[in-house]
């Protein structure tokens, strides 16, 4: 008699199911571009505008994305994601306006000042190209909804930060990071007026999670794929 095929016996390991057996789903080239991106543009910013420059939300995305791109982190690309899609709309937004002589609300400013390289400049379209980057992680790895909360406890305490610890608004700031976050107003030459400066602070503290990042949340919470924790 000839012996019977069967399956091999169950080791006990549990059977990835259909999302988790897509893990590792990220391409390569993707990552050596991204990489070689941020090789350029973490020494070049380090060495223009200083170590202070990083506290940025967009360059804080840039650097977690990093690492999410290489561990295939869902949570690290949501964070980036619910974090600044909404603000990076506003940036792309401001600076087409921008091109016409028409800024929205002047946080584009600095693209179009003649003492700043179109090599520092053309580093800055990463603004244009980033949203998209992180939609599409978004939806091959997930979304995870942690990401809200996690991004809004980082928020707080970077704004902290550049509130108590960094440069205020000075006529001319030339590269030094000043304003960082807009802690101060829309201006890196003056601070806002409207209010007094600790109330500007307590609106950005709580406006950030719960005006920029709350509704993107529910947005990316409905139209992705829930992330799958490993």
Not at 10 to 33: C, I, Q, V
Not at 106 to 111: A, I, N, P
Not at 159 to 183: K, S
Not at 186 to 212: H, K, R
Request: aromatic share 14%; hydrophobic share 55%.
């Amino acid at each position: 008699m000839s012996a019977s095929l069967s399956p091999a016996p169950w080791d006990g390991t549990a059977l990835p199911s259909e999302p988790e057996a897509r893990a590792h789903r990220l391409p390569l080239a993707l990552k050596l571009a991204y990489t070689a991106f941020m090789a350029v543009l973490v020494p070049t910013y380090g060495w223009y505008y200083g170590p202070t420059n990083f506290l940025y939300f967009c360059d804080i995305a840039l650097i977690l994305t990093l690492v999410g791109l290489w561990t295939e982190s869902a949570l690290l690309v949501s964070m980036c994601a619910v974090g600044i899609l909404a603000p990076q709309v506003i940036w792309v937004a401001d600076f087409a306006a921008g091109l016409f002589g028409m800024p929205l609300t002047g946080m584009t400013d600095y693209m179009f000042k003649s003492e700043n390289s179109a090599f520092l400049r053309g580093l800055s379209l990463f603004h244009g190209w980033l949203p998209f980057l992180l939609v599409y992680l978004v939806w091959r790895l997930g979304y995870d909804r942690r990401a809200w909360t996690a991004w809004s406890g980082l928020a707080v305490v970077v704004l902290a930060i550049c509130f108590l610890a960094m440069p205020a608004p000075r006529p001319d700031p030339g590269l030094t990071p000043v304003n960082i976050n807009y802690v101060w107003g829309m201006s890196d030459t003056a601070a806002q007026t409207w209010m007094p400066a600790w109330a500007w602070f307590g609106l950005l503290v709580a406006g950030i999670p719960l005006a920029l990042c709350g509704p993107t949340h529910f947005v990316l919470r409905a139209v992705m794929p829930a992330a799958i924790r490993r």
